[in-house]
Structure formats: structure tokens, C-alpha cells
């Protein structure tokens, strides 16, 4: 697609429950990057692929956070037992390569899954 | 810890004004740092960036300062539109030795407001 796509652009959710939230990276962008953003706050890395393979998932809150990307393309981000802190708007971005020269490298950003842990 | 943040949370201004949106930062191994625009429902959006051996960059209508002395980056919008009503994040990576990927610190975002 044009763009980074996510889905679903809106879940809500039990106590207790788990979800998946999916991410359609930008075609040929082989660094894909999830983002947490609650009510207020800025933005939180969770964790980056490059490829497969997750280099950095130093962000990921705790165990029941966990996160595959599947033929360098498609990523889903599960949380298990979903509690109310999970509540915010999971983003997920892309960019063309991995290491940031000065210019591009930008990272493109899908319009986010809010989730509402009631 | 060491973060990104933003002395200002608000800002309005006159459709035509120029704006500038601050930002502090305590991490002084931050070597690239980028601004982004986020609105109401949609995902952040490049605005500029700069590197740290640079202390100004212009692009359209935007510039980025960069004070490493004191910590400080800016974001100057000229000749505000509406279009740019918005919430304004400034975020920062810090040198990785060689190639950094996109793990970003975000600061809290200002909101921008501008008014006809």
C-alpha cells in the first residue's frame, strides 16, 4: 500500500483478554518499528525489527508483550491478559533501512490501533 | 533518566504569526534529533530534522535550531496556517557508534492552535 496500515483502528477489550493488533509496513521497508502512546504522554518505543529479527525489544512493558513479524513484511504485536494500563494507541511505523543518515531514514508512522482495556 | 521534553505544553497563534515551539533535552550523547507533527487521529508525521554537528537547518517554511551548549532545540513555523493546528513532538536519537535505526525518545508534544 501507500502507506503504513493498521488494524483494527479501534479495540476494546475485558480485563484479562488477549489482542492482536497488526501492521502493514510500507512495501520494501525492511525496519519496522512499534510505538505506544497512552492519553497525555509522548510516544514509547516497544520494539524494532529488522527483518525477522527483533534486535531491540528493550521496550516491551513486560512478558505478557510480545510481538513477530513474519516474511520481512507483516507484523503483529500480542498482549496477553491485557490489564487497563495497556489502554493507549499502539503505533507502528517503517522506514526504507535501518541506519539514519542525515535526510531520509525517516520513519513512517500508520495512524495507530487505540485499545481500551475496560 | 535522561529525556526529551518541552517547556511549553499549548501555543496559540494568529493565522499569519510566526510560531516557535521549544525543546529541552538532557541526553548529551543525543546526535540526531527530528520534529514531528501529529494530528487528531493520525500517526506522527516528519516535519525536519538536524544532526548534532549542525546548529540551523531550513526547510519549507520550517526551521530547526539547535543549541548544544544549553540542551535546547526549536521548531520555527513561518507564517502560520490552520493547516499546521497540530500537536508538535520533538524526538531525539543518541549515538550509536555508527548507524542508529529508529529508536526514538519522544518529548510530551506541544499543542499548536491556530486561529483564523
Known amino acids: 500500500g501507500a502507506g503504513v496500515s493498521q488494524s483494527p483502528s479501534n479495540k476494546v477489550t475485558e480485563k484479562g483478554k488477549d489482542v492482536e493488533l497488526r501492521c502493514d509496513p510500507i512495501s520494501g521497508h525492511t525496519a519496522l518499528y512499534w510505538y505506544r502512546q497512552s492519553l497525555g504522554q509522548g510516544l514509547e518505543f516497544l520494539i524494532y525489527f529488522q527483518g525477522n529479527s527483533a534486535p531491540d525489544k528493550s521496550g516491551l512493558p513486560s512478558d505478557r508483550f510480545s510481538a513477530e513479524r513474519t516474511g520481512g513484511s507483516v507484523s503483529t504485536l500480542t498482549i496477553q491478559r491485557t490489564q487497563q494500563e495497556d489502554s493507549a494507541v499502539y503505533l507502528c511505523a517503517s522506514s526504507l533501512n535501518p541506519g539514519l543518515v542525515f535526510g531520509p531514514g525517516e520513519l513512517f508512522f500508520g495512524e495507530g490501533s487505540r485499545l481500551t482495556v475496560l | 533518566g535522561e529525556s526529551v521534553g518541552l517547556h511549553l505544553p499549548t501555543l496559540s497563534v494568529q493565522e499569519g504569526d510566526n510560531s516557535i515551539i521549544n525543546c529541552a533535552y538532557s541526553?548529551?550523547?543525543?546526535?540526531?534529533f527530528i520534529w514531528y507533527k501529529q494530528e487528531s487521529g493520525k500517526g506522527p508525521q516528519f516535519i525536519i530534522d538536524i544532526r548534532s554537528n549542525m546548529d540551523k537547518r531550513q526547510g519549507q517554511r520550517v526551521t530547526v535550531l539547535l543549541n548544544k551548549t544549553v540542551k535546547h532545540l526549536s521548531l520555527q513555523i513561518a507564517a502560520t496556517q490552520p493547516g499546521d493546528s497540530a500537536v508538535y513532538f520533538c524526538a531525539e536519537i543518541p549515538y550509536a557508534g555508527g548507524t542508529s535505526y529508529g529508536k526514538l525518545t519522544f518529548g510530551q508534544g506541544t499543542i499548536l492552535t491556530v486561529h483564523p
Open positions: 541526553n548529551s550523547a543525543s546526535d540526531y
